[in-house]
C-alpha cells in the first residue's frame, strides 16, 4: 500500500519474518490445545467453545481504528491497526488485533494483496491473501447452494409459487468479473432451467457474510439464514430462505467458516483475521466472534472498520456494537498530510510538494469525523500516518490544527519501524480508553422510523442537512412498514470519498442533502441497506490486471502480490 | 452406500473411529516434520519436496481396482480399495491408498456424501466431504480466474481478436446448477462487458482439475495450463492461455491444492486423498502425484479408477500410467451378485431374490472386463464384494464361473468386517502382483492416427466392431491434425452403463459400433477427449435434494452426510 520510498516490498519484508509456530501464539492466549486446530504452521481456526469457557471473563478495552474519507493516496488505515496492536504490546498492554480477511478477487484485479504494510503486517500475507482458511469459499458456497435450490424450485414445479422476476437472491463469485452482472440463465429448453435473469454479485457482498459476521454461534447463525428474503410470489408474498428450508445444508457449509482464524503480525502479536463484508451494502467489519474472542483473550482489543468513520465507524457503531452490546473504549481517527492535501484541493501529481494552504483547508475532513466521534461521546486520538514526503512544515501545521481543536493527536510511523513507531499513539490511546468515558451513545435507535434513522445518520456523521428519498424509496418504506421489517439499524450504502452522496465533494461539504433512492431489506443479517447511488457489487477487472504480474517458481516462491 | 441390512450408518461409524493425529501418520510413512502441515489434527497436505527426497528409492507395487460396468445396484469399488488396502496392511505389506477427492455438488445433489462405506472408509468423512484442504475451490478459482481475465480482454479492447462466439473456456462451480448450463452474460451495456453465449460447468469437468492430476511440480503444471484453448479469433487462429499471460496466476492460485492431502482410513491406513476430474470427459483417476508418492511411501499401492473397466481402467492406463511411465502390478475388478443380476435382465426391485439365470448371464460383462485386461497383459483378481442378500447358491455359481474362465476370484465383506473381511483378496493380489508379470501393454500408441486410437480401445475395451465418426468428428480429425493436436492419448466420453455407446444396452453386447460425434482438445490435460453421446459436465438438483435433509447442532454435529 504505502510504499512511498520503500526500498524493501512488504512481500519480502514479510518473507524475512520471523514468525512463531501458531502454537505458540494460541499459548500465550491461554488457549488450550483442544480449543484450537492448526491450518499448517502458522494459521489456526479457534473453537467457538472458547467463548463459553470464557463467559465469566471481563472483556478488554476495545479500539476503533477508523480514518477520514479515503483518497487515491492511501490512509494505511490497516497498517495502523496492526502497528497500533504490536505498539500496545511492547508498552505492556496485552493485545489482540481483530481485522477483516481479504477477498481474492480484488486481489488478482487492483490490490494484489491486503493486510497491513511494511513493519506493520499481518502474515503469512501469501496465505491470507490466497484462500487463508477458506472461509470466503464457504460462504460463496453456501450463497451458490441457496441459489441453485432456489432454480431448482423453479424447475421442479414452483410449488412456493415464486415469481422468476421477483427473485432478489443472486450469486456470487469470489473474482472481479463484469461479464456476469447481468446476464440470463435457464436457457437451453425444458430440461434446462426455468430462463430468468439473474446477475453475479462478489462473495464479499453476500448477506451471508454479513450475517457470518454479525452472529455469535451455528444455532443464532442458522435462525438469521433462514430469515433471509428469496424473492417474491406472483401474489407478491415475500419468500424466504425458511420456506425452502435451505438453512441447515448452508449452516452445514460454514460450520468452519464461523470460526475466528489466528494468525499474527511481524511482531508476533495474535490477530484474529475474520469474514469480510463489503462496507457499503454490509457493515464493512470483522466478525462479531473475532472480536468478541479478542476481547475475551486481550487487556485490549484493536479492531477497524471499512472506508472512512462516516461510513465505516457509524455501521460499526450502529451495527456491530448494536448487535453485540459492544462499546470502544477509544477511537483512533487515522489520517495523513498526503491525503488531507487531496482534500484540500491540491492535485494528486503534486503531493510531494509541500501545500500548507491545502492542508489547512483539507484539515476540515479530518474535523467533521473528529466532531461525528465526539458527538456519540466517545474519546478519540487522531493518529498522523507519517509518510517520508511530508516535511516538517506539514506536520507541525497538522498538529497546531488539532491542538487547536482540541484533538489529542500523535504521529505514527509504523510503516517504517513496526511498532516502535507506534508507541506515542498507543500511549495516547491508553490514557484515552482508561479516562473516565461514559460510553457510545447512539445517535439514533432501532426501532425508530426509518426516515427519522437515515436523518439522524446523515446529520451527525455526514453533516447533511436533510435527506431526500425518491419515489420508490417512499413506497418501500411502507411496503417495509407493513411487513414488519423496518424496526433494524439501517446500513447506508454511500460514495466512501465524500462526506456526502457525490464522490467529488471532497474536504468538508456543506449545505448539501442526501438522497436515498432505493432500500434493500438484509432481514437476516438484521439490517435495511439505504442506497444513495449505484452501488458496484461486483467489481471488473482494470485494462492490467494484477494477476498478470503474478508467477509462481518451481519452489513455491510467489511473485506478483505485494 | 451399500448400506443394504446395516444397523449402523456410514457416519456413525465414521463418528466413533479411534483416528490417530495425523502426525503420527505421517511419521509412520517416514514422512519428515517439515515435509507435512497438517489442517486440523486429521488431515494433512504433504510437502512435493517428499518426492525429490526419495527420487532414487524403489517405487512399491501398484494396484488398480476397476469394475464392472456400473448398475444403480451400486458395486462399492471405493470401499473395496479401501478395504483392501486395510488387509494388505494387516498381511504385513506397508500400503498407502491413493483415491479421488469428492466434489460438494453431488454430496448436496444425490449422494449426499463419498469416502467408502461401513467398516472400509476414508475418515475424517464430513471434512473430506465438505471443503477438504480447499482444492476444488482452488481449481474453481483459477478456472474463473481465466474467464475474467478473457472477458475483460474482450471488454478492454480485444487486441488478441478473439470470437465472442467462439470461446471454448466455460465457467464453473462446484454445484449442481442446471440454471448455469446455458447462459447469456455481458448484458446491461457497454461497460458491462460484452455479451455472448457461456455456461457453468462442474468444477470436477475443468481441464484444470485434469491436469493438476497428471502433472508433477508447479514448473510443468504451469506449462500445462499455458497450453490450454481459450477459443479461436475471427480468422479462426487458436487462442491460449499462453497468448493471455495467465497461467503464473493461475498456479498461484493452484499452489497448495497440487500437494497431495494425507487422511487415514478407519484402521489407520493412510490415505492420498487428492484430486477428482470427471471419468467420462476426463481421465477420472486421483492426482499422479498421489499415486506417485503412495509407492514412494508404500510396498504397496491401491489405488481405483472411475466407472467401469471400460473407461475408467482404460484411461488410467493409456493415460495416467502413459504420462507417468506406471504399471499396475495386478488388477482387482470389482463385482457383486447384484448387479451382475441386473446384467443379466434381473429387475431392481427383485435383487433380494435368488436369480442363477440372471447372474449367469450377467456373468458375461465381468467376463469381458476380465479379458480386456488380460488383452494389456495385466494379471486380475475378481473381488466379489458381498452383500447379505446374495445367496451361498448365487455365490458358489459365481465363483464357479470364475474359476471355469481361469479367473482368480476371492470374496470380501470389507464393508461388513473392515480388513479382516478382505484378507483372502489380499493374498490373492499378492500373489497376482509378485508373479512374473511382463507389465502393461498398451491397446495404442499416443502417435497413432486417430480413428487408429479410437478402434484399438472400442474393440480391446468395448468389444465392438469398429468405430464410426459423424461428419463433425471427422472434420475435426483434419484440423486437429493440421493444428498438431492429434497426437495425444484419447480420452472416451461414453455412457458408463454400457460397453457400447447405449446406456441400455447391459451385460455384454455384441456386434455393435461406437460412434464419436466430437472431439475436444484438452491440450493442457494432453488428450482428446472422443464424445459419444451428450455427456453433462453440469448435473442438476433431484426433486429432493440432499442438501433439504441436512443439518447441524449448535455443537457442531452435522446430519444427512452418510
Redesign the interface.
Known sequence: MMATGAIVSDIEIARQARMERIGVIAAELGLHEEEW?????YKA?IDLNVLRRLENKPEGKLILVTSINPTAAGEGKTTVSVGLAQALNRIGRKTVLAVREPS?GPC?GLKGGAAGGGYSQVVPMEDIN??FT?DM??V??AH??L???I??H???GNSLGLDPRRIVWK?V????????????????GK????PREDGFEITVASEIMAILCLTE???EL?EALSRMLIGYTYTGQAVYVRD???Q??M???L??AVKPNLVQTLENTPALVHGGPFANIAHGCNSLTATRMALKLGEYAVTEAGFGADLGAEKFLHIKCGKGSLSPAAVVIVATVRALKLHGGAAKDVLAREDLAALARGFANLQKHAESIAAVRLPFVVAVNEFPTDTEGEVELLKKLCREHGFAVELCRVWEQGGAGGEGLARAVVAAAEGAGEGFVPAYRADDEIPVKAEAIARTFYGAEGVNFSDKARKQIEEFKKNGWDKLPLCMAKTQYSLSDQAALVGRPEGFTITIRELKPSLGAGFIVAMTGDILRMP??P?V?A??R???????T????F
Open positions: 486446530e492448526g491450518y499448517g504452521r481456526k481474492l488478482f490466497l484462500h477458506g469459499h464457504a460463496t458456497s451458490n447452494l441459489a441453485a435450490l432454480d431448482n423453479l424447475q421442479q450469486r463469485v469470489d473474482m472481479n468479473d463484469r461479464a456476469l452482472r447481468h446476464i440470463m440463465i435457464g436457457m437451453g430440461t434446462e432451467g426455468v454461534g451455528l444455532g442458522k425452502l428450508q435451505a441447515g445444508a449452516a452445514v457449509l460450520k468452519e471488473g477487472l485494462k490486471p494477476a498478470l503474478m508467477d509462481i517458481d518451481q519452489d513455491g510467489v511473485h506478483g502480490l
